[in-house]
């Protein structure tokens, strides 16, 4: 059940560590932050004080190792940056979450997951639209380039609800 779940993770886990968790795979290219954009945020949270007791962790499934091992290429050996993908099962994930003292995600699967635990989530939307998905969620704080996205990449999540539902009846 969920309790032995929680106790692997625990078991696996440095408890005694801070994280800040990183989800930065999004299954749909539209979805994804620019390579740039992650370095620069790690550079910033690395450099910053305040944050010098926190590991940066990055998550994803095995698939996604190589384009996250290319991502963290540029920091080295960086002890603080820790490669997790295809370390974390699925199911490990509510718990794992639940640890973190901040995830920086895509908007993505594991950003609802963060924030449905209750952890603090930033979310990072382009194309999809944040007050359709996460409106009054006090667990989330969005950033959104959906208003300045052109209309015509925008995604139609009221088109695809009704496709959903008519294929039902």
């Known amino acids: 059940g ?26 749909w ?31 994803g499934t095995a698939s996604d190792n190589n384009s996250v091992a290319s991502l963290l290429t540029p920091f080295g050996e960086n002890k603080r940056l820790e490669n997790w993908c295809g370390i974390w099962a699925l199911e490990e994930l509510p718990a794992l979450l639940q640890h973190a003292s901040l995830v920086i995600t895509t908007d993505s699967g594991p950003m609802h997951v963060a924030s449905a635990v209750g952890t603090k989530t930033i979310g990072l939307f382009g194309v999809t639209d944040p007050k359709v998905l996460v409106v009054g969620n006090p667990f989330i704080h969005v950033i ?17 609800r009704y496709l959903f539902l008519s294929d039902c009846e």
């Open 2 to 27: 969920s309790e032995s779940i929680q106790k692997n993770v625990l078991k696996k886990l440095n408890t005694k560590q801070k994280y800040i968790i990183f989800n930065t795979p999004a299954q």
């Open 144 to 160: 959104s380039s959906y208003d300045s996205c052109p209309e015509k990449y925008h995604f139609n999540h009221h088109y695809y």
């Open 29 to 59: 290219i539209a979805k994804q932050w620019p390579v740039a954009h992650w370095q620069e945020l790690i550079r910033l949270i690395l450099s910053e004080k305040k944050y010098k007791d926190y590991q940066l962790a990055f998550l």
